[in-house]
């Protein structure tokens, strides 16, 4: 049983690793990060940004490092990286919702909820808010410094 989670776990390293490089190639490519030029390369005949996956992996592994130095300031960086996602996604969501309460038209999209998106909007603040608002609370029930 143990390895049917070893070999998950694995997955989703990989499957982590190439959507973090290919959004870092993807910055680079438009010049968003420094050293564009670098990292957008593309190896010939691997047609894979190798540079970019690289710098991924030591950047994981460097911030791997931080559990063995404070099991505190860990869990500090995962909270603000879950609470900044969830607050973009509100963000994102809520400009939704105004614009279609307001009839102003949506920006032009290859697809569409149609009837439902309204719906499914607030659906999804519904279920955003609480998320946001107890992923500033502790994980645990005695708080250390």
Same mark, same amino acid.
């Given at each position: 049983?143990?390895?049917?989670?070893?070999?998950?776990?694995?997955?989703? $390293?990989?499957?982590?690793?190439?959507?973090?490089?290919?959004?870092?190639?993807?910055?680079?490519?438009?010049?968003?990060?420094?050293?564009?030029?670098?990292?957008?390369?593309?190896?010939? %005949?691997?047609?894979?940004?190798?540079?970019?996956?690289?710098?991924?992996?030591?950047?994981?592994?460097?911030?791997?490092?931080?559990?063995?130095?404070?099991?505190?300031?860990?869990? /500090?960086?995962?909270?603000? %990286?879950?609470?900044?996602?969830?607050?973009?996604?509100?963000?994102?969501?809520? $400009?939704?919702?105004?614009?279609?309460?307001?009839? /102003?038209?949506?920006?032009?999209?290859?697809?569409?909820? %149609?009837?439902?998106?309204?719906?499914?909007?607030?659906?999804?603040?519904?279920?955003?808010?609480?998320?946001?608002?107890?992923?500033?609370?502790?994980? /645990?029930?005695?708080?250390?410094?």
């Amino acid at each position: 049983m143990t390895s049917i989670i070893i070999i998950m776990l694995t997955s989703a $390293c990989i499957s982590e690793v190439a959507t973090a490089s290919r959004q870092l190639w993807s910055f680079a490519r438009d010049q968003g990060v420094p050293f564009s030029g670098w990292l957008s390369h593309v190896s010939p %005949g691997w047609n894979i940004p190798i540079r970019a996956v690289f710098v991924s992996v030591v950047i994981s592994t460097l911030l791997s490092f931080i559990n063995i130095g404070s099991y505190v300031a860990l869990n /500090a960086i995962n909270s603000l %990286g879950v609470v900044s996602l969830l607050v973009s996604y509100t963000v994102t969501i809520t $400009c939704l919702v105004w614009r279609r309460l307001a009839g /102003a038209p949506l920006p032009p999209r290859k697809w569409s909820l %149609g009837r439902f998106g309204l719906a499914v909007n607030f659906v999804a603040l519904a279920f955003v808010l609480p998320v946001l608002f107890f992923a500033f609370w502790p994980l /645990a029930k005695d708080v250390t410094a």
